[in-house]
C-alpha cells in the first residue's frame, strides 16, 4: 500500500497574488492583506489604527474602490470606509460597526499547471493521498472526475474539511478503491486561549485498509514563514506542532500504532519550531532517514531543493516505519529551470507557471 503526500498549491483556482511567476512577486501584497485583516478585527479603532487601516487599503490599491487587482473589500452591512473628494476615510470605530472581510481575488490555475499536476498523482499512484493546498471537496472532486478518471488514476473517496485559512487552502484526503475513510475527527477549533490553533486544520482520518487494519493519517499545514514577524511565524508553528505531538501521544496511548503525520511542516527538520515532533521524545520518523529512501543529490522539497527548502514530511510512527518496503520523492512537477538544468520536469513545462507546484511530492511503500 502506497501513501503519498503533495502540495498541489490549489486545483482550480487560486488566488491571483499567489498565481504569480514566483512567491516573492506576491509576498509583499500577502503580507499587508495578513496585516491588514488582523487589524480589522480589533474592537475599538483607534485614529492611530484608522491611519493604519487607510495606508494598508492604499497599499492593496483599494484607495479609490472596494475592488483591486488582488483583493477585495467586502462592506456587506455597516461601512468600514467612504471616499468623499478629500479621499478615503474610515468610519467605522470597531469591528462591530460593520460587517465584511477582506477577500483575495482568484483566477483559474494555469491549463498546463493542471494537468501536470493529475501527471504528478497519476505518477505516484498512491493508494492514500493527502493534499495540501486545495480549495475545498468540490474542486478534489471536479479534479478527481475531469482529469484523473481519463488518466485511470481516480479515487473513491475524497475528504476534506474548511480549515481556519480565509485565502481557501484546505487539506484533504484521498483514497482508492478498496480502501475507505472511516472516521475523521477534526480539530479546527483547537484553541490556545482564545486563538485557534491551527493554520488550517489538523484532521485525523481513520484509514480502513481491510477488515484487520487501519491506519490514522493526520493532515497539516503549518504556519508559513512567508509573512508576519519571523518570532510570531515560529511560535505559531511550534504551537501547532506541539498539539499535532499530543494529538499523536494520545492515540498512541489509546492503542493505535499505525498513525503517519504528513504535509507542509513549513520548517527544517532540526528547527525549534519541530522539535516537538523530531525531538523531545518523540517516536515519529521522517521517510527521509528510511534506509529504503530513493532521493537524489538535494536534500529539500521545496522550489529548488536545498537542504534550507526541506519542509514536507511523511513521518511515520514504528510501525509503520517497520512496513516501510520504499519510499521517495518525485520532483518531477516542480519547475527545475530552463531546460530542466537544475533537475528533471516534465517535457510539457516551458515556463515556471506550467508547474505542477513548487513543492515535491513525497511517497511510503508500506506492507500492511
Known amino acids: ?122 505518477e505516484l499512484n498512491a493508494d492514500v493521498l493527502a493534499v495540501i493546498e486545495a480549495e475545498d471537496r468540490i474542486a478534489l472532486s471536479h479534479f478527481n472526475d475531469q482529469l484523473l478518471k481519463p488518466l485511470n488514476a481516480n479515487y473513491r473517496a475524497i475528504m476534506l474539511i474548511d480549515g481556519n485559512d480565509d485565502r481557501g487552502i484546505d487539506v484533504g484526503l484521498l483514497t482508492k478503491p478498496g480502501l475507505h475513510i472511516e472516521s475523521i475527527v477534526s480539530h479546527v477549533d483547537d484553541r490556545d486561549g482564545d486563538s485557534r490553533i491551527f493554520s488550517r486544520d489538523c484532521p485525523e482520518f481513520t484509514v480502513r485498509i481491510d477488515d484487520n487494519t487501519t491506519m490514522v493519517v493526520m493532515v497539516n499545514h503549518l504556519k508559513s514563514k512567508g509573512y508576519g514577524t519571523p518570532a510570531v511565524a515560529n511560535a505559531r508553528r511550534k504551537l501547532q506542532a506541539k498539539r499535532s505531538r499530543e494529538i499523536y501521544d494520545l492515540r498512541r496511548a489509546q492503542g493505535i500504532d499505525r498513525i503517519a503525520i504528513v504535509g507542509d511542516f ?65 520532483r518531477k512537477g516542480v519547475w527545475g529551470g530552463v531546460n530542466g538544468t537544475l533537475f528533471p520536469h516534465y517535457d510539457e513545462m516551458t515556463r515556471a507557471i506550467h508547474a505542477a507546484s513548487d513543492h515535491a511530492a513525497l511517497w511510503a511503500d508500506l506492507n500492511l
Open 266 to 330: 513549513n520548517d527544517t527538520p532540526g528547527s525549534d519550531p519541530l522539535s516537538p515532533l523530531l525531538a523531545g521524545g518523540s517516536d515519529l520518523k521522517d521517510i527521509f532517514d528510511h534506509p529504503q529512501f530513493l532521493g537524489d543529490n538535494r536534500p529539500g522539497t521545496y522550489a529548488n531543493g536545498t537542504a534550507s527548502n526541506k519542509i514536507d514530511y511523511i513521518l511515520l510512527s514504528p510501525e509503520l516505519w517497520n512496513s516501510v518496503e520504499a519510499c521517495g520523492i518525485l
Open 1 to 122: 500500500m502506497r501513501i503519498a503526500a503533495f502540495n498541489v498549491e490549489n486545483l482550480f483556482a487560486r488566488a491571483r497574488v499567489m498565481n504569480l511567476d514566483t512567491w516573492a512577486d506576491g509576498k509583499k501584497i500577502l503580507g499587508e492583506y495578513s496585516r491588514l485583516t488582523a487589524l480589522l478585527q480589533k474592537p475599538v479603532y483607534s485614529p492611530a489604527d484608522k491611519t493604519k487601516i487607510v495606508d494598508s487599503l492604499k497599499k492593496l490599491g483599494l484607495g479609490a474602490s472596494d475592488e483591486s487587482k488582488f483583493v477585495i473589500l467586502r462592506q456587506n452591512h455597516g461601512r468600514l470606509v467612504k471616499r468623499p473628494a478629500s479621499g478615503i476615510e474610515v468610519v467605522a470605530n470597531g469591528r462591530a460597526d460593520w460587517i465584511g472581510w477582506l477577500e483575495l481575488k482568484k483566477e483559474t490555475v494555469n491549463d498546463v499547471a493542471v494537468q501536470m499536476t493529475g501527471k504528478v498523482i497519476q
